[in-house]
């Protein structure tokens, strides 16, 4: 059973940056694909982004490219997401799960609330 | 990017009741379709993969048809802990668009 812990809530200014950690135990960390999925208050889910731990490769959608940085660190099996140049627009709870590469996401994070205020 | 197209937005009914959600594709997607069940304050929840294949632990009242650009989540005897937000998602391409959310309250 593949657990996520993801941090705590994150209170950042305008322009700046966030890092959130979701950290990853059971199974074989580097056989799996992580996506960051975002959900403002209120909203819906909002795909950010992606990554596949063998290889190191990521997506990310088209808003936040240029923005936001997807890794995955195999020596401590945590997967990142940074965002820069935060505006209040960012202000949600961001989520990592675990991709079952076109079979969904099967595991979820808690949440990390960003609160992106001057 | 294929849009995802969610309907209804919201559904009132009661215990028992067989509950109806669909999702449309912008362009084909084969059955790579995903559906979670979302409870405030609460993580989302696979429910269902490729389109109509039920999760381990889920119960059978819910089911998903469909395949191309037109997909259906069922509940055929709507339970209490069934009220929540049901998304759809397609796993076919990049980027992995959401549906825009179903609430089914009472």
């Known amino acids: 059973q593949v657990q996520l812990v993801q941090s705590g809530a994150e209170v950042k200014k305008p322009g700046s940056s966030v890092k959130v950690s979701c950290k990853v135990s059971?199974?074989?960390?580097?056989?799996?694909?992580f996506a960051w999925v975002r959900q403002a208050p209120g909203q819906g889910l909002e795909w950010v982004g992606g990554v596949v731990t063998f290889g190191g490769s990521s997506n990310y959608a088209k808003k936040f490219q240029g923005r936001v940085t997807i890794v995955a660190d195999k020596s401590t099996n945590t997967v990142y997401m940074e965002l820069n140049s935060l505006r209040s627009e960012d202000t949600a709870v961001y989520y990592c799960?675990?991709?079952?590469?076109?079979?969904?996401?099967?595991?979820w994070g808690q949440g990390s609330l960003v609160t992106v205020s001057s | 990017d294929i849009q995802m197209t969610q309907s209804p937005s919201s559904v009132s009914a009661s215990i028992g009741d067989r509950v109806s959600i669909t999702c449309r594709a912008s362009q084909g997607i084969g059955n790579w379709l995903a559906w979670y069940q979302q409870k405030p304050g609460e993580a989302p929840k696979l429910l269902i993969s490729?389109?109509?294949n039920l999760r381990h632990g889920v119960p059978s009242r819910f089911s998903g048809s469909g395949s191309g650009t037109d997909f259906t989540l069922t509940i055929s005897s709507l339970q209490p802990e069934d009220f929540a937000t049901y998304f759809c998602q397609q796993t076919n391409t990049f980027p992995r668009t959401f549906g825009r959310g179903t609430k089914v309250d009472i």
């Open positions: 799960a675990k991709d079952s590469s076109g079979w969904g996401y099967d595991s």
């Open positions: 059971g199974g074989s960390f580097s056989g799996y694909s």
């Open positions: 490729a389109a109509s």
